[in-house]
């Protein structure tokens, strides 16, 4: 059925929607090469980040030298726990996800809002979809104040063998300290000892974020395949 107009039809009745609605900005992803970016610059649509894949293999990581990579950080500590966050630790996790604007993204897209309430509601929609998840939270010792955070979410069955590396940010203040690496490292030294079952850990990085693909490839994260992020103004 390619080649007949199929997908052009309902590319531009998507379009007409979206300017119905008063959007200004449509925006999709595909893998960087093939039919979909094809389909994506022959509609006019511009590149605006593109994004690597990377899996780590748990199974031949080297998990002695990962232990030897952990670095100190003088004046913080972490803080863990497996699942959605307690009731009490829901203000910290907002802001330490309120520092993923920070990330590369399409400057026209707003900048996410977490409050409160929404973290709440991403914590409880997690248990409702039976995933779990490992996160480390870092924190000034001095004060408690949230420093950064690291996330693996796991899907309920736990029968894939994967994990899903979800977000990692270090709020401004508290930069320069390595903390990206300690909690990361901290995570997935905690996953593999309580979940050895899991095989990879799959993880996703704009290739523009350097520090944080300098990393995952310390880690012995490697490259698995790249996606590109378009837009197109309405």
């Given at each position: 059925?390619?080649?007949?107009?199929?997908?052009?039809?309902l590319f531009e009745h998507a379009v007409d929607r979206l300017?119905?609605?008063?959007?200004?900005?449509?925006?999709?992803?595909?893998?960087?090469?093939?039919?979909?970016?094809?389909?994506?610059?022959?509609?006019?649509?511009?590149?605006?980040?593109?994004?690597?894949?990377?899996?780590?293999?748990?199974?031949?990581?080297?998990?002695?030298?990962?232990?030897?990579?952990?670095?100190?950080?003088?004046?913080?500590?972490?803080?863990?726990?497996?699942?959605?966050?307690?009731?009490?630790?829901?203000?910290?996790?907002?802001?330490?996800?309120?520092?993923?604007?920070?990330?590369?993204?399409?400057?026209?897209?707003?900048?996410?809002?977490?409050?409160?309430?929404?973290?709440?509601?991403?914590?409880?929609?997690?248990?409702?979809?039976?995933?779990?998840?490992?996160?480390?939270?870092?924190?000034?010792?001095?004060?408690?104040?949230?420093?950064?955070?690291?996330?693996?979410?796991?899907?309920?069955?736990?029968?894939?063998?994967?994990?899903?590396?979800?977000?990692?940010?270090?709020?401004?203040?508290?930069?320069?300290?390595?903390?990206?690496?300690?909690?990361?490292?901290?995570?997935?030294?905690?996953?593999?000892?309580?979940?050895?079952?899991?095989?990879?850990?799959?993880?996703?990085?704009?290739?523009?974020?350097?520090?944080?693909?300098?990393?995952?490839?310390?880690?012995?994260?490697?490259?698995?395949?790249?996606?590109?992020?378009?837009?197109?103004?309405?």
């Amino acid at each position: 059925m390619q080649r007949r107009g199929i997908g052009t039809a309902l590319f531009e009745h998507a379009v007409d929607r979206l300017r119905a609605e008063g959007r200004t900005l449509l925006l999709t992803e595909t893998p960087a090469g093939g039919v979909g970016a094809r389909f994506a610059a022959s509609k006019g649509m511009a590149v605006t980040l593109t994004e690597a894949r990377s899996t780590l293999d748990l199974r031949t990581a080297d998990w002695d030298a990962l232990r030897g990579m952990r670095p100190e950080a003088p004046g913080y500590h972490l803080e863990q726990w497996i699942g959605p966050a307690r009731q009490e630790l829901l203000p910290d996790l907002a802001l330490v996800m309120n520092g993923m604007n920070d990330a590369p993204h399409d400057p026209d897209i707003e900048e996410e809002v977490h409050t409160v309430e929404r973290v709440r509601e991403r914590e409880e929609a997690l248990a409702l979809t039976g995933r779990t998840c490992y996160t480390t939270v870092a924190r000034r010792t001095s004060d408690g104040a949230p420093a950064g955070y690291t996330r693996i979410l796991l899907d309920e069955a736990r029968d894939s063998g994967w994990g899903h590396q979800a977000d990692t940010t270090v709020v401004r203040e508290h930069r320069g300290h390595r903390l990206g690496l300690l909690m990361k490292i901290a995570n997935l030294l905690w996953l593999h000892e309580q979940e050895p079952h899991i095989d990879r850990v799959i993880t996703w990085n704009a290739t523009s974020n350097a520090h944080m693909l300098a990393i995952n490839e310390a880690m012995g994260f490697t490259l698995f395949d790249q996606w590109n992020e378009w837009r197109l103004a309405l």
